[in-house]
């Protein structure tokens, strides 16, 4: 039996600790929290619970299927809820619109305003889950561990056809007129912290495979599947070491042989890295030959994800005008949308706002509501931003300034029972994520596939890497997908 050590416990962390169970290894998970989940995680104060950041589940059998891999009932550990509304979307002159997790319905609604609305909506749909399946079946579903895996006559075929070159926003205004139906699928392409009107079109897979699997929610909210695969991962005899710091990986003649801790020396035949892919690299290995060429100026260079604000309250009172999922389009929406990429906070903010509270009451008192509300924000590398407490009261201010700007919500200020906040400072400082990324390294055209991180060190035997800036990419659905290549490489080398 081989033994394993993975550093950290977040997503990718766990869910590569399942999957190596399954197959044999002997796993142990080190962690330098008190809680697992790494970002995927949850605020729990007054007897209130948040998601800490991720909120979206939009490909359920992705989730499920971790489950399936290790033949047990999904049911017996998460309850899935599927949503009807999918977004209500608010606009800065007080219109909404509201989509669904039926299609059919989407589009009838769409109908009922315009139908070149419905046309239009329809064909980006079609168009973009081509795009999504090209990519899932000949990229996100490939290790990219050789070039030629990325840069073939085969691959070069499928990335024409996809022509992934023009950006999001004008792949969108191809199909789509209406600027507001235009500006909240724009909005969507920007969940993996990227400039839709720079970044490749090959995004709009976002929103359009939310239209087509739906959106669904855990009973509990999203770390209620981390506290499940938790459960799994300590029944299938895995051992999890809480609040204990990597300072180290040991590399003896380019083998890794485990890690050195805060509380002493763990031993192994494979270490896995769920740790930040930048802090790894700076912090955990020592030797320059070891880093496979990622200087620390390398790192540095490389083009990062956005940051994010996140807002969490409690309200005393219910706004039935919300659902789970919520967009607010603020004035000025391309110039406000950019700023985050730029180096500034904009005036008039678009917000995600996440308020489970509507379907899910085991997470407040009965009339008492809870929200997330999320602002992207210019990472730690605009060093003009220093998060203290006058930057985060300014940036407060704004945000319940714009939400005053929702009919129904104008009171929300007089209605706050709880408030705290995550920052990008907290990102860096709590899950050494480099810059205070919420997403990891960038995913422009020239950082993704073969040209991202790998998940397999080149000079060092048995080190692998997982997580939101090595392949395939970042989002949990993604990072889940990731676990199950990287296991397939650990069994092939093994």
């Not at 891999?69 to 509201?98: A, R």
């Not at 609305?117 to 973009?128: A, E, Q, T």
């Not at 981390?226 to 003649?253: D, Q, R, S, Y």
Request: proline fraction near 3%; glycine fraction near 6%.
């Amino acid at each position: 039996m081989k033994d394993v050590i993975i550093v950290g416990a977040g997503i990718g962390g766990i869910s590569t600790g399942i999957r190596l169970l399954k197959n044999g290894y002997k796993v142990t998970i080190i962690e330098k929290e008190d809680k697992i989940g790494g970002k995927l995680n949850q605020l729990y104060d007054q007897g209130y619970k948040f998601d800490l950041t991720a909120s979206i589940l939009m490909t359920p059998q992705i989730y499920i299927e971790l489950f399936n891999y290790i033949n047990k009932d999904y049911t017996n550990y998460i309850e899935l809820i599927k949503l009807d509304t999918m977004y209500k979307v608010f606009y800065n002159d007080k219109s909404t619109y509201e989509f669904y997790s039926d299609i059919s319905k989407t589009i009838k609604y769409l109908e009922n305003m315009d139908t070149d609305l419905s046309r239009g909506y329809l064909s980006f749909i079609s168009k973009s889950y081509n795009k999504y399946t090209i990519s899932n079946e000949n990229f996100l579903e490939k290790p990219m561990e050789e070039f030629n895996d990325m840069v073939n006559f085969n691959s070069i075929k499928k990335i024409l056809k996809i022509n992934p070159v023009l950006n999001s926003a004008k792949y969108i205004s191809n199909y789509i007129k209406d600027e507001k139906l235009k500006n909240y699928l724009i909005f969507q392409t920007m969940y993996i912290g990227i400039n839709p009107y720079k970044s490749s079109n090959l995004y709009t897979l976002i929103p359009t495979i939310s239209q087509v699997y739906g959106l669904w929610y855990i009973k509990g909210g999203m770390y209620s599947y981390i506290k499940a695969l938790e459960k799994v991962f300590l029944e299938m005899g895995g051992n999890l070491h809480n609040n204990t710091n990597v300072k180290e990986i040991i590399i003896n003649k380019d083998f890794a042989k485990g890690v050195v801790t805060d509380k002493g020396i763990f031993r192994s035949n494979i270490v896995i890295c769920n740790s930040d892919f930048p802090y790894t690299i700076n912090n955990l290995i020592n030797k320059k030959e070891n880093k496979d060429g990622y200087t620390h100026e390398k790192i540095k260079s490389l083009n990062y994800s956005c940051s994010t604000f996140i807002i969490y309250l409690v309200l005393r009172r219910k706004y039935k005008n919300l659902k789970v999922h919520n967009i607010y389009i603020g004035k000025n929406f391309r110039e406000n949308i950019q700023a985050a990429f730029i180096g500034s906070i904009p005036k008039y903010p678009s917000l995600y706002i996440y308020c489970p509270s509507r379907v899910d009451s085991s997470i407040c008192k009965n009339n008492e509501e809870v929200l997330n509300i999320i602002l992207r924000v210019p990472n730690l590398s605009f060093k003009e931003f220093i998060w203290d407490d006058k930057l985060v009261k300014c940036t407060r201010n704004k945000v319940l300034k714009t939400l005053k700007n929702i009919k129904g919500m104008e009171d929300i200020e007089e209605n706050i029972l709880y408030e705290s906040y995550l920052t990008p400072k907290d990102l860096k400082d709590k899950f050494n994520s480099f810059y205070g990324t919420a997403f990891g390294i960038g995913h422009n055209l020239n950082q993704i596939g073969y040209f991202r991180p790998h998940m397999k060190s080149k000079s060092v035997k048995n080190l692998y890497f997982i997580g939101s800036s090595t392949h395939p990419g970042n989002g949990v659905s993604v990072v889940i997908n990731g676990s199950k290549l990287l296991v397939d490489e650990i069994i092939k080398n093994s």
